[in-house]
């Protein structure tokens, strides 16, 4: 019998990017880098374990944007696009380094990586990724669980009638994909502050995850920490997240992926090699990362030897080893001073495997089979199997927090982008007049409905201020933000005015076109 539980949480989420009124987006390239290096190696790791009968749990949130980005038809075709351009820079490669055997090894291990990729995408996905999660799902593996609409920040929306849209419209979203309703909820850069329980509340969520101190501070003080959830008065459960597990996974200087045998992250060849060379295979003739590195991290300084997957295989594993290792003594000690089996929660981001720690998959395959195997003091498991092994928990208010930079609300919040907050404000006060006063709205003024409906949702995605704040691509994060908002407002004149543009709002529909049976009439409804 074992003392503890282990929950593995993966967060996969993207910004809703569509730009067909461009021939190549530089920015849709995030989608497929993610798909590429992250969402169909995790999944090909869970079917092989599957195929192998390895009884393994996953919790996985998918957020609306990023689903809605993988069921869309002219997407995926984009990405077959630049799947064939890689695979006939691959082709270049082998040749260009054939001279060099250790770099023509690794090209041809990528070009041959990246025809599986394709191969299994079209064959045995059949362009379909989301109908993937859910066959784990429906055979009892993963669990999946909701979130926001457009990973709004909700501690800064001003307006219940934002917060409620982006929970409810979520939550929809993530049942009409998957056939169930969830029971988890995901908040948004794990951001919390006291009342957003109300709202999952009315969902009937059962549970979301908070940073560590948004639990250890909470009052009163949980008898059990971390390693047990507590309830709100409301009824939902709050999970706290486990530092010891998150650090040794997440950090790049303590943790497993700033190990020297793994792939240098920083170091490809659209950087290293001749722009005319380079060119035809990078998006607009910008220098972006085509995923052919030929280094290893090596140490901390520009000096860097070549990438030797083998090496880097066998400290995947021993560092699975090692992982499990800490999860045996810690919930091995827990046991000991608790009357109930502990919960260790490790929540990630999904695209840390595989986009930014190239192995990480592999270690993901390697720490799944060794807690299957090679240890009997704890077992993986889901939160809600957890809550129904544990249905009676302590009451108590959690904390106000985040995963972010200082653990609270500074990164989306700071004299760089606070400007957004009074616009999203205003924003949110026009979108409920618009529902009240045309609450039975049709043709042409509920499509304009529905279209503001979506430009204000996405306009509220804390991709936004993330960027700003990072300074990462931040004219576009704040170009984003206005467009929508300026949508948004000429809508609402048009609407008001009964003189809707017909070939405008049409253009607008062609590419945001998220969330095709919005509700608009969430933004004046009441509890």
Known sequence: MEKGYLALVLHAHLPFVRHPEHEESLEENWLYEAMTESYIPILLVLDNLLKEDIDFRL?????????????????????????????ELGEKEIKRTRSEPAFNALAIMYRNRLLHIRSVFLDRYEKDLIRAFKRLQDLGKVEIIAGAATHGYLPLLLNESSIRAQIQIGMEHCERLFGIRPQGFWLPECGYHTGIERFLKEQGIRYTILETHGITRASPKPKYGIYAPIFSTSGVAFFGRDPESSKQVWSSIEGYPGDHDYREFYRDIAYDLELDYIKPYIPSGIRIDTGFKYFRITNKTDYKEIYDPLSAKKKAEIHAGNFMFNREKEIEYLSLIMDRKPIVVAPYDAELFGHWWFEGPLWLDYLIRKVCSEQRTFSLITLSEYLREYPVNQVSNPSSSSWGFKGFHETWFNGDCDWIYRHLHQ???????????????????????????????????????????????????????????????????????????????????GQNNIFPEIDYRVFCQTP
């Open 59 to 87: 919790t996985l949130s998918i957020t609306p944007t990023l689903s809605s980005m993988l069921i869309d038809p002219f997407l995926c075709s984009r990405y077959l696009k630049r799947l064939e351009k890689l695979i």
């Open 427 to 509: 924003g949110a006060i026009y979108m409920e007049n618009l529902a009240k006063n045309y609450s039975r709205a049709k043709g042409l003024t509920l499509r304009a409905l529905k279209q503001a409906s979506r430009e204000l949702l996405l306009a509220e995605s804390s991709d936004w201020p993330f960027m700003i704040s990072r300074r990462t691509t931040k004219e576009y994060a704040i170009r984003r933000v206005k467009t929508h908002l300026l949508r948004l407002l000429r809508l609402k004149k048009e609407i008001e005015e009964g003189q809707i543009d017909e070939r405008y709002l049409l253009a607008l529909e």
